[in-house]
């Protein structure tokens, strides 16, 4: 095993990188990193996972079995962290803000990647075609792209999709579900992005710009999309005759026409 005691400071501490850790066990499961072991596999598919919690948590995909529920609107969830997650759209709580700009967000994990807004860092790159991003998790889901993989199935209709939201939000059209309510007409949505769309019509807000003609818009995604208009920019290639089209709901239309 590689690693070693530091008695003075009560500590272990990993032999390859120097990392510190105040218990054997978690300095054990460090290591796991550089050797890439994952002892704990799951009984039905075959993935392998670093902890005996992670497959447990596994499994759940696999029985279906969802034990967290919201206290308020009942939604349940396989995981404790994404109950509360959801439980903070209920008390509007965001406690993460940006030291730049002063943006609040619920999760830590969107306030760091909205800092690289700031900053343009873009750290982890696709191997196939170069193309960079804010975080790891964005590059892997680009990379399905490349694959073609869709890891995530509806247990309703088949429908395979290549990130678990959009699998979540597929299942809201078999279920009626829609958890997002607006505050001021009680109308509800499926999506949240839906939700805050609509709340635009009731406050009048357009707080993103177009830089070129002034345009402005409700949501970011709709300006970026509306900037495609003066740059020229069709990213979205059809895999089997190239055509480029500059948004993906039209690409996947044409690709209808060689299916």
Do not use: W
Request: glycine fraction near 6%.
């Amino acid at each position: 095993m590689s690693y070693k005691s530091n008695t003075e400071r009560g500590s272990y501490f990993c032999a390859v990188c120097g990392s510190f850790f105040t218990r054997k066990y978690h300095v054990t499961i460090h290591m796991r990193t550089h050797t890439g072991e994952k002892p704990y596999s799951c009984e039905i598919c075959g993935s392998s996972f670093t902890m005996k919690h992670h497959v447990l948590r596994h499994m759940l995909t696999h029985t279906g079995e969802k034990p967290y529920a919201c206290e308020v609107c009942g939604s349940s969830f396989t995981q404790k962290q994404n109950m509360l997650k959801h439980m903070q759209t209920h008390t509007g709580e965001k406690q993460y803000s940006c030291e730049v700009c002063g943006s609040s967000f619920i999760e830590k994990q969107n306030m760091v990647k909205h800092m690289q807004t700031h900053t343009g860092e873009k750290a982890c790159s696709c191997e196939v075609c170069g193309s960079s991003f804010t975080t790891k998790q964005s590059m892997l889901q680009h990379m399905r792209t490349h694959t073609g993989e869709k890891p995530y199935s509806c247990e309703v209709c088949g429908s395979s999709f290549t990130r678990n939201h959009h699998m979540l939000q597929h299942k809201r059209t078999h279920t009626g579900e829609k958890p997002y309510s607006c505050e001021v007409c009680d109308s509800s949505f499926t999506k949240r992005q839906n939700m805050l769309r609509h709340m635009q019509a009731h406050t009048g807000n357009r707080p993103y710009s177009c830089e070129v003609c002034d345009s402005s818009f409700t949501l970011r995604q709709s300006m970026l999309r509306h900037m495609q208009i003066h740059t020229g920019e069709k990213p979205y290639s059809c895999e089997i005759c190239g055509s480029s089209f500059s948004r993906k709901q039209h690409m996947l239309q044409h690709m209808q026409t060689h299916t």
